[in-house]
């Protein structure tokens, strides 16, 4: 069984750029969610996926955007970016929309310059 | 809104002691209770989970105990190792239908040999 896995794992960026940062769920989980840990801090929550569509969102403004594939892989997109966007991005999978348990990748670090 | 209150860190242990980190939380319904575990370097792991009152959740000689009437979670260890250094998080997921997680702040655990 093949766990969450994100690309990259570390990024640099400059304010004002875009990025895209992606995560292939867990065999068999068809929800994604995406959490965004400032250092020293617990991770927000962002924005869920569930089934190619968007199942609730945090306080993050619009410039945070994502998608869910039909494999339910999923990508968040972040637009002018923002020194303070610097922080590692998690994406959890889950076996079903309302499932307790999520499951967590590694993380990627982005870092804005 | 809900919140997770977890003792500030860090906490200096000897190999062999005791552990306790205390958390509690503020809900409204009945969420779900989970203990994260971070490793340097390295993503979230789900370390242990209590889904009802009086549930105990116990993995890798962690335990710790659903209490409604104190709205407390708090994790224990008997006698703590080396290798249990890390960060520990305690989350709830909240009652809507995307069961985001709601994490406390952290709290980091050194063992020294």
């Known amino acids: 069984e093949t766990g969450v896995t994100q690309s990259p794992t570390h990024l640099i960026k400059t304010r004002g750029q875009q990025v895209t940062l992606r995560c292939s769920s867990q065999s068999g989980h068809n929800t994604v969610s995406w959490y965004q840990q400032a250092l020293g801090q617990g991770p927000q929550f962002i924005f869920q996926?569930?089934?190619?569509?968007?199942?609730g969102r945090g306080n993050f403004p619009p410039r945070f955007s994502g998608l869910q594939f039909p494999n339910y892989s999923s990508e968040l997109n972040v637009n002018a970016l923002e020194l303070d966007d610097s922080a590692l991005y998690l994406c959890a999978s889950s076996l079903a929309q309302g499932a307790e348990t999520q499951y967590f990748g590694p993380g990627t670090r982005l870092l804005v310059l | 809104g809900d919140s997770v209150t977890q003792m500030e860190g860090p906490v200096t242990l000897s190999e062999e002691a005791f552990l306790t980190i205390n958390c509690t939380y503020t809900a409204t319904g009945y969420p779900s209770l989970f203990w994260y575990v971070q490793y340097p370097g390295e993503g979230l792991q789900l370390l242990l989970k209590?889904?009802?009152a009086d549930d105990k959740g116990s993995n890798k000689g962690f335990e710790a105990t659903y209490r409604k009437e104190t709205t407390s979670f708090h994790l224990e260890k008997g006698s703590v190792q080396v290798s249990d250094s890390a960060v520990y998080f305690c989350?709830?997921?909240?009652?809507?239908?995307?069961?985001?997680?709601?994490w406390g702040l952290g709290t980091s655990l050194a063992v020294n040999p």
């Open positions: 996926y569930y089934r190619e569509e968007e199942n």
């Open positions: 209590a889904t009802k």
């Open positions: 989350a709830l997921s909240d009652a809507g239908n995307n069961r985001k997680l709601i």
